[in-house]
């Protein structure tokens, strides 16, 4: 039967096991051995990754064309409107092509561990939380889009892939379970 570890990926840690400049990487945090990341997440977001010990699950979780369905909380520079949430539900040109339409709505703070350093604060300028839904899994796709329709993105947080959920998982702690 597959295994699956639950993994909330800290801030400023690679998706791999192994880095030429000393890096932090998930060798830092995971010591079972014959896991594999089961898709990424960039240096800089944080929250679930699924690594797993089955090659065929690995696949069907990370290949874009099964369209697993990613959740992420991204707190974006600016009040987000809803023209932007409106572009985002529709779809975004993006260099590599439109994306699909993602589910976008504004949230209010969620409920999250402090970022470790902490995202750059502006005096003038605001803040604001969007929950991002996507299928697609292309590279630093959420911050692209949030770029496009004018809202940086400052933080993201990964908090479900499929049928899986970060639930109470604090950065740096895995969960192992089965299929």
Do not use: C
């Not at 504004?106 to 470790?116: G, L, M, N, S, T």
């Amino acid at each position: 039967m597959p295994k699956i570890l639950l993994f909330n990926k800290p801030f400023g840690v690679l998706s791999q096991f192994t880095s030429a400049d000393g890096q932090p990487t998930l060798a830092n945090f995971i010591s079972d051995k014959g896991f594999y990341a089961a898709g990424r997440l960039d240096k800089d977001s944080e929250g679930l990754m699924l690594l797993t010990d089955d090659g065929k699950l690995q696949q069907k979780i990370s290949e874009p064309k099964f369209k697993t369905a990613k959740i992420y909380h991204v707190q974006v520079e600016g009040e987000i409107d809803q023209l932007a949430i409106n572009k985002l539900t529709t779809g975004i040109m993006l260099k590599d092509g439109l994306s699909l339409p993602a589910l976008a709505t504004a949230i209010i703070e969620p409920e999250i561990w402090k970022r470790d350093p902490p995202i750059r604060k502006r005096e003038h300028i605001p803040t604001s939380w969007l929950e991002i839904f996507i299928t697609e899994g292309r590279n630093r796709q959420v911050r692209r889009m949030t770029a496009a329709v004018g809202f940086p993105t400052l933080r993201l947080v990964r908090i479900q892939v499929g049928e899986f959920k970060l639930g109470d998982l604090q950065p740096g702690e895995s969960l192992l379970t089965q299929t």
